[in-house]
C-alpha cells in the first residue's frame, strides 16, 4: 500500500510538471531534491531523463524502485 501511495504522488508531480518540449529551455531545467535521504550540498551535472525522478522518489522514500513494472522493463536507474 505504501508504495502504491508513493507512486501515486510521483505520477501527480510529473503530471503537474507537464511532459516539455524539444527547445532546449523546456528540456534543459534544474531540479531539487531535498529530504533527509539526500546529501545537504551535494550537486551533479550529470545529464538525467524524467523516468528517472519516480524511482528516485520511492528510493529516498526508502522503497524498492524496482516494484514499479516500468523500472524493471526498462532498467530505469535512480538519480546520481
Known sequence: ?????????V????????CGGAD???RNV??????KASDPGSSSSA??????IAPTILRLLGLNP???Q???TEGTK???
Open 1 to 9: 500500500m505504501r508504495t502504491r501511495l508513493a507512486a501515486l504522488a
Open 11 to 18: 505520477i501527480a508531480a510529473l503530471a503537474l510538471a507537464g
Open 24 to 26: 532546449p529551455q523546456d
Open 30 to 35: 534544474p531540479l531539487v531534491i531535498s529530504g
Open 47 to 52: 545529464t538525467v531523463e524524467t523516468t528517472q
Open 78 to 80: 535512480s538519480l546520481p
Open 70 to 72: 516500468a523500472v524493471r
Open 66 to 68: 524496482r516494484e514499479l
